[in-house]
């Protein structure tokens, strides 16, 4: 079945590998493009120079199309002095009882800014551009077109991917509750759209004309073509590759995926101040008094920054934001390549199967 919108790119498969801040590589994209499906680069938490140095590297390894990820956030906010300096000292003391050697620093900037990694992502030109969190202005869709560069954007909601659809994007990614990583909507409060991905695809799919891409919870081809049946052009999975030799995720997150609960992978505000589907752990379940308390994206994921380092470097998981969709259990440890031939095989074989 040729993917509407992606087959033109050359993509073969009906597949996205998730673009996924600070734990994909560019030798993971590279792979996933390279065998036939979409990869994507998620670029949400770099400066301007290290996304244009990444694109490069994904440019060296492979000629496929790929996939630039931004967060579409305000230049400025509002910063409460009083909440930092208090959840510093939260953080702080429950960093020195778990025995790690670091705390909080105040960073010279709180994210980089937007405007500067858009005009880098123009510069980097990607075949498609994928934008989470927000919504695009309509001066920065056009210079998206004038570069001939197609546009995702993340909905979780069907009033959200009627937003993109009205902007002018060539898909949507609609993004269930399964979903692991960060809620990416932004008309409604997030706890308000933990839709499941089996309500939300047929809703959307009847709502709008531009293709709609499936994400989360799914594992494997035989989800990839339950999608596809729901109405979804494709599917996008995060998950099912952090735990590819490729993926930079810390060894002890990886480890920690396969003996994942699914009622233990929930949703968390109190790494970054974002609701963000993970592993409920030790640093969790010991900043639950203090949730009332949390700084907003980015402000308090800039402040737990330096420690969720140190916590991969001790080999911690538990201190560490294991973020994970539902189906993490589901995880086989493999070279990204095998992954998407295998996920693109076992999409093929269901299909027949259906077909009789
Ligand atoms: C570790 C991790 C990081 C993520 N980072 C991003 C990101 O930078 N941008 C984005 O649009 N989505 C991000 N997501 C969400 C994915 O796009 C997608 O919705 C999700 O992975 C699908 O659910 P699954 O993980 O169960 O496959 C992330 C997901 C994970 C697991």
């Not at 959840?87 to 025995?99: Q, S």
């Not at 293709?211 to 999608?227: E, H, N, Q, S, Y």
């Amino acid at each position: 079945m040729p993917v509407p919108f992606l087959a033109p790119l050359g993509v073969e498969h009906p597949l996205v590998q998730a673009p996924m801040a600070g734990s994909d590589t560019p030798a993971l994209a590279a792979a996933v493009s390279g065998a036939g499906a979409l990869g994507s680069l998620g670029c949400g938490y770099l400066e301007p120079e290290d996304l244009l140095a990444r694109a490069a590297q994904v440019r060296a390894s492979t000629d496929r199309p790929f996939a630039l990820n931004l967060f579409v956030l305000p230049e400025s906010f509002a910063v409460d002095e009083a909440a930092v300096a208090r959840i510093r000292e939260r953080l702080d003391a429950l960093m020195a009882a778990e025995g790690l050697d670091v705390r909080t620093t105040r960073p010279a900037r709180w994210a980089p800014s937007f405007a500067d990694q858009f005009a880098a992502l123009c510069e980097a030109r990607p075949a498609v551009a994928s934008f989470a969190f927000g919504l695009l202005d309509q001066a920065r869709m056009r210079e998206l077109r004038r570069r001939d560069i197609r546009v995702v954007g993340t909905a979780t909601t069907v009033d959200e991917a009627r937003a993109w659809e009205a902007l002018g994007a060539d898909a949507v990614c609609v993004q269930g509750a399964e979903a692991g990583g960060h809620r990416g909507g932004f008309l409604h409060p997030p706890e308000e759209t933990l839709v499941g991905l089996f309500a939300l695809v047929p809703l959307a799919v009847r709502a709008v004309r531009i293709p709609v891409i499936a994400a989360g919870g799914i594992m494997d081809g035989r989800g990839m073509l339950a999608a596809e049946v729901l109405g979804a052009a494709a599917s996008q999975l995060g998950t099912a590759f952090l735990v590819c030799p490729e993926s930079a995720a810390a060894q002890a997150w990886k480890d920690d995926l396969p003996r994942a609960a699914e009622h233990r992978v929930g949703t968390i505000r109190s790494f970054s101040g974002r609701a963000a589907r993970g592993l409920v752990n030790r640093f969790v379940e010991a900043m639950r008094p203090f949730e009332h308390e949390l700084p907003p994206y980015p402000v308090l994921n800039a402040l737990t920054a330096p420690l969720r380092r140190a916590a991969a470097a001790a080999g911690r998981g538990d201190l560490l934001s294991e973020w994970c969709g539902q189906a993490a259990a589901r995880v086989r440890p493999m070279p990204a390549a095998a992954l998407a031939g295998t996920l693109a095989d076992e999409y093929r074989a269901a299909r027949q199967a259906l077909a009789g």
